[in-house]
């Protein structure tokens, strides 16, 4: 499949708003996999500004998953108090929390998946 066919899938998908099957690309490493992700990122900052010219820039984050531990994807557990005792929630990493806006859409990068640890995969 073509570069150009790829962004082409992912904005059918962004526009269409059917976002309920992801895309994933696997290929050997330097072929353009985060590069393309960026570009999808930026076709869809410019069709939400076609009708909304302020909106914000699509969000491009990519995290590199050879360099996560397993708490960098979970959050770091913390105990809060509710009306039935003590719960432990997991408090989300800063770029896990920035994709949890349901006003914020772009591009999630799963980098080196296949290299990552079996824990953080």
């Known amino acids: 499949m073509q570069y150009s066919d790829i962004v082409a899938l992912a904005m059918a998908q962004f526009v269409s708003e059917d976002m309920s099957t992801p895309i994933c690309l696997l290929g050997s490493p330097g072929i353009g996999k985060t590069s393309l992700a960026r570009s999808i990122a930026d076709q869809m900052t410019k069709a939400v500004r076609r009708e909304r010219p302020d909106a914000p820039s699509a969000i491009c984050q990519v995290v590199d998953l050879t360099s996560k531990m397993p708490e960098d994807m979970s959050g770091l557990p913390r105990i809060d108090q509710t009306p039935s005792g003590l ?6 990493q800063e770029w896990l929390a920035k994709l949890s806006d349901p006003e914020v859409y772009g591009v999630l990068c799963l980098d080196d998946l296949p290299a990552a640890s079996p824990a953080v995969q």
């Open 87 to 92: 719960v432990t929630r997991y408090a989300p």
